[in-house]
Nanobody
Framework: QVTLVESGGGLVQDGDSLKLSCSASGGTFSRLAMGWFRQAPGKEREFVAAISWGGGHTYYEDSVEGRFTISRDNAKNTVSLQMSSLKPEDTAVYYC??????????????????WGQGTQVTVSS
């Protein structure tokens, strides 16, 4: 059983930066691929970024590539999402997720086994 807790959300202005963190407990974090997803009101949950268990491979959704950076610290059991040049369309609840099956990095929510409760990010124009 893996427990994930996100933090760092908030209200920011168009063009600002924000860093989200996700703390994991209850599993072997260094063997988990991790992902960030987001869900805006009335929309389906969508992929944002993923990182391999060792941190050597990352994968981004096209609209955030170059603006967002996913990273992890296996010594602290955390994964982070540094978001820059935020836009109003980035407004959503952001979730971190863990893939225990050592799959290739995936953009599909169904491939992830554990989810955090989410943290709200609101970007005002």
């Amino acid at each position: 059983q893996v427990t994930l807790v996100e933090s760092g959300g908030g209200l920011v202005q168009d063009g600002d930066s924000l860093k989200l963190s996700c703390s994991a407990s209850g599993g072997t974090f260094s063997r988990l691929a991790m992902g960030w997803f987001r869900q805006a009101p009335g929309k389906e949950r969508e992929f944002v970024a993923a990182i391999s268990w060792g941190g050597g491979h990352t994968y981004y959704e096209d609209s955030v590539e170059g603006r967002f950076t996913i990273s992890r610290d296996n010594a602290k059991n955390t994964v982070s999402l540094q978001m820059s040049s935020l836009k109003p369309e980035d407004t959503a609840v952001y979730y971190c997720a863990a893939d225990t099956a050592e799959n290739e990095l995936s953009p599909y929510p169904s491939m992830y086994d554990y989810w955090g409760q989410g943290t709200q990010v609101t970007v005002s124009s």
